[in-house]
């Protein structure tokens, strides 16, 4: 057994390109012998491989694949490429229990052909157009070659070719049929990033699967063979960015000692098309420059940030460029010195524009001493400098005006910026949705987002329709996840998060995908191809957002976490240091009623959306419920479309959420025995905890309001398993992600 998880998962192939040639006779052998232990028996996982396992398909499946893959024909001259024929080999070799033999020539029938026309001249012959489909974009064909029927990957780069052939793995791991093959893929999202909050110590800020995956101390010498595996994963979802460290940065990352480290890594990604970015510290000329200012409009400050990003393309030529967190949550920035957001990011683009870099700029700021809804102060800040950035910056705004809840309206931003390229920022680690253990998958969330009517440009103009550049005409668009990977011997905490990973790449590629197609692909890839179980799964997986919605925050609530750690409810803290980092200010509960009014009788925030969007948050007759008591503060009596009281239907969604987690669990419990063990009794046993903490969500926080409202609850509800003084009373100190 342990020899199987050996030879899948250590061989040295992707990080030994060199040698890869000699390998491949030892891999064949070593394969053959995997083959055979495997064979009838279930093997131990333990959620390493993500979703390329790779592991035997059952025989009849991969008969009928084995004659659409008898031979590879591709060119091995650069490292993409043959990072591309070891993928392929590693894929078919475990998937159909032989791998194919590689050539330069078609030889048989069944040959899998891949490569750019400048690259092979195989196809360059097949004259198959994949210029439409950009870059990145491939096509898969069936076709003939001097009477030969083959399988042709085509695409016009390297890394395009690539991204073809594990959309070809992805076909043999979901079952899918690849004998009649047309496959036209393009993405219009020029970047696929994954934002690392990583620290320089190892510890990641909202990390809930262990320390950072970046060994700094042993780069730049020690390459950790997980360094490959995380390209491998995030080239097969078509992620091509990685921003290294926390967007709270250290100033030592832009230090020769750092930047040799960076190099190291961005070494490992670049075969497999990813390009490394790192967050900056907008002080950093000050603290690693020796100069007095950092002001953005001083000559000496802009000389620096000229030479400092001049000092990295020496060593990365390919280096993407600068995430900058700026003015907010105590990090210095532009205002600092009287300048503007525009004016920082700015100087930032021109100091890269030379080697063809961008600035991401977050727009993720407020501030305590604004008496204005928290929610309104994004856009305040930034609405008005549309127009006013270079055109290297994006701007990256998180999906909700306020931060990665369960449910937020969509950020008003979106739609309000037509002459900026506005950036997605997704969460993928769960800080607000019940970190490592709570099965949630995000898909819906991610997808609910997407879809979203902005009305920027009218009816039709969704988010998805911004960010991807097709409303406004921007060819610079990008989309950033922050990361849930660690070190974790399953990457991010548990098997189920690994779906969120998946997702947010397969989204970022196609925001059109459904999450649901998106899950599904996932569990064949990751449990099983089993009919019954997958929907079953996937069943599950869908139910488990609305359910974290419901046990932790319905109907619109927000922020009701406890307080800095962010883990279990605090509805009750009205404590320092600032009153927008406490849940009082976010739900205004009291005697009468709850819910933050942004109506036009509010802070009017619903006036930042356009008009259409803007009614319908705005008025109590249109509201979807799922919005209410972010938009509206009502009475507890208010009656809901349901016919029942509000204070009624928050105990129904809380109970709801509760029950959907009982539910979710009993699917599982049914499916025991139908995947291997390990990563069954996991996903069992967290499930129990998720169980455990959603009555603890739904307990106190029922045990709150009711002591505000003084209602009974209603009829058949059960009261809370504690007093209100008791969850006052529980204390966290050591929670992960947090630095008390
Ligand atoms: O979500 C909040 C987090 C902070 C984070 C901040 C941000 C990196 O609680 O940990 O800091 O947002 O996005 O900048």
Redesign the pocket.
């Known amino acids: 057994m342990l020899a199987i998880t050996a030879v899948t998962t250590f061989l040295p192939f992707s990080s030994e390109k060199h040698a890869a040639g000699r390998l491949t006779t030892a891999f064949h052998a070593l394969l053959a012998i995997a083959a055979l232990l495997a064979a009838g028996m279930a093997q131990a996982e333990d959620g390493y491989d993500l979703w390329l396992r790779y592991r035997p398909l059952p025989d009849t499946q991969a008969a009928l694949y084995r004659s659409h893959a008898t031979q590879l024909v591709l060119p091995v001259a650069t490292p993409t490429q043959q990072a591309t024929r070891d993928e392929l080999l590693r894929g078919l070799g475990g998937l159909l229990g032989q791998a194919p033999s590689v050539g330069s020539a078609v030889e048989r029938d069944g040959a899998i052909v891949v490569g750019t026309p400048a690259s092979s001249p195989v196809v360059a012959r097949l004259k198959l157009d994949a210029r439409a489909l950009g870059h990145d974009g491939y096509l898969i064909r069936q076709t003939m070659v001097d009477g030969r029927s083959v399988t042709a990957i085509v695409g016009q780069s390297d890394v395009a070719a690539m991204y073809g052939a594990f959309h070809l793995l992805r076909l043999l791991q979901t079952a899918r049929p690849i004998d009649h093959l047309d496959v036209r893929e393009a993405t219009r999202m020029s970047l696929r990033v994954l934002d690392h909050?990583d620290d320089l110590d190892g510890h990641v800020?909202?990390g809930y699967a262990g320390n950072s995956i970046w060994d700094w101390q042993k780069l730049p010498d020690w390459l950790d063979p997980r360094y490959t595996d995380y390209a491998r994963a995030n080239a097969s979802i078509g992620i091509n960015g990685a921003v290294l460290n926390?967007?709270?940065a250290n100033a030592a990352i832009l230090t020769p000692l750092y930047l040799d480290k960076v190099q190291a890594l961005a070494k490992v990604f670049r075969p497999y098309g990813i390009r490394v970015y790192l967050s900056v510290k907008f002080s950093a000329p000050i603290e690693i420059g020796g100069l007095k200012t950092a002001d953005p409009l001083e000559p000496a400050v802009q000389r620096w940030w000229r030479a400092k990003a001049d000092e990295i393309y020496a060593r990365i030529p390919d280096f993407g460029g600068f995430l900058v967190?700026a003015n907010?949550?105590g990090q210095p920035g532009p205002q600092d010195y009287g300048r503007t957001h525009a004016d920082g990011a700015n100087m930032l683009a021109d100091a890269l524009a030379p080697h063809g870099g961008i600035v991401m700029w977050?727009a993720?700021v407020y501030s305590q001493t604004n008496a204005d809804d928290r929610a309104k102060q994004a856009y305040a800040e930034f609405k008005p400098l549309d127009g006013a950035f270079r055109t290297n910056v994006l701007l990256q705004v998180?999906n909700g005006p306020i931060?990665?809840q369960p449910r937020e309206p969509f950020n008003p931003l979106f739609g309000a910026m037509p002459k900026t390229p506005l950036m997605m920022e997704f969460?993928v680690t769960k800080?607000y949705l019940g970190f490592a253990t709570h099965l949630v998958y995000l898909g819906p969330l991610f997808e609910e987002v997407l879809r979203a009517d902005t009305y920027g440009k009218g009816k039709g103009s969704t988010v998805a329709k911004v960010i991807d550049g097709e409303l406004d005409g921007h060819k610079l668009t990008g989309i950033a996840g922050?990361a849930n990977i660690g070190t974790d011997r399953d990457w991010t905490g548990s098997d189920f998060n690994q779906a969120n990973w998946y997702a947010y790449g397969r989204l970022a590629w196609n925001p059109q995908l459904s999450s649901r197609d998106i899950a599904e692909e996932w569990v064949r890839a990751t449990f099983s191809n089993d009919d019954g179980f997958v929907k079953r799964v996937v069943d599950m997986m869908m139910l488990s957002r609305e359910a974290v919605v419901d046990y932790m925050t319905p109907l619109g609530l927000h922020h009701l976490m406890g307080k800095g750690h962010?883990y279990g409810p605090a509805p009750w803290d009205a404590s320092g240091p600032r009153a927008d980092w406490t849940p009082v200010y976010y739900h205004r509960a009291d005697h009468e009623g709850i819910g933050f009014d942004r109506s036009s009788t509010g802070s009017n925030a619903v006036a930042q959306y356009a008009p259409p969007v803007a009614d319908e948050f705005n008025d109590l007759k249109k509201i979807p419920d799922a919005y209410l008591l972010w938009f509206h503060h009502e009475p507890w009596s208010y009656r809901m479309r349901s016919g029942r009281a509000l204070w009624d239907e928050l105990v129904v969604h809380y109970t709801q959420g509760v029950d959907d987690v009982k539910q979710m669990r009993a699917t599982w419990q049914a499916l025991d025995g139908q995947i291997d063990a390990d990563r069954y009794r996991k996903a069992a046993v967290f499930l129990g905890i998720q169980e455990k903490e959603a009555q603890w969500w739904r307990d106190a926080s029922i045990a709150y309001f009711q002591s505000l409202n003084g209602l009974p609850l209603p009829a058949g509800y059960a009261p809370p398993q504690h007093t209100l003084s008791y969850y006052e009373s529980l204390s966290f100190p050591f929670v992960p992600g947090?630095r008390p």
């Open positions: 909050w800020e909202r926390n967007v709270n967190k907010s949550e977050r993720f998180k931060d990665f969460q800080e922050v962010h947090h």
